[in-house]
């Protein structure tokens, strides 16, 4: 039940349903939690020969719209700035890379009522 989860909890609790999801559909986890000075990206996962940052938004309520709505020009350009930062951490600047979102609505009592895959969700000007 998460009914009485912080909003940290919440989120811990998303991105283990989303790593669960990306792993089911054969991508192998990199990193969780991958933290850069400026940013953090959820998590990074690699689909064949293609990095997949990932960044897993959940939410309880629809009060504030679908969590994917909550991914500002702001939050994109920070995404977009630590992806640059783990490929050059990682040596891998030569890499094709995306960025996904993983978007999950759930109910008070912790049932997941959506959870959507968006591929290619945030991209860069």
Not at 46 to 59: A, N, S, Y
Not at 71 to 98: C, E, F, M, P
Request: charged share 30%; proline share 2%.
């Amino acid at each position: 039940m998460t009914s009485h989860l912080t909003p940290r909890e919440l989120g811990t609790h998303g991105e283990r349903l989303a790593e669960e999801h990306l792993v089911g559909l054969g991508y192998r986890i990199l990193d969780r939690n991958w933290r850069w000075q400026k940013g953090e990206l959820d998590l990074v996962a690699e689909q064949g020969d293609e990095v997949v940052f990932v960044e897993v938004k959940t939410r309880r309520s629809q009060t504030y719209g679908p969590p994917e709505e909550s991914i500002t020009r702001a939050k994109r350009d920070k995404l977009i700035q630590t992806a640059y930062a783990y490929l050059g951490s990682a040596n891998r600047q030569d890499v094709h890379w995306r960025i996904d979102v993983v978007a999950i609505d759930m109910e008070r009592d912790g049932t997941v009522i959506r959870l959507e895959h968006i591929v290619s969700a945030v991209e860069g000007d």
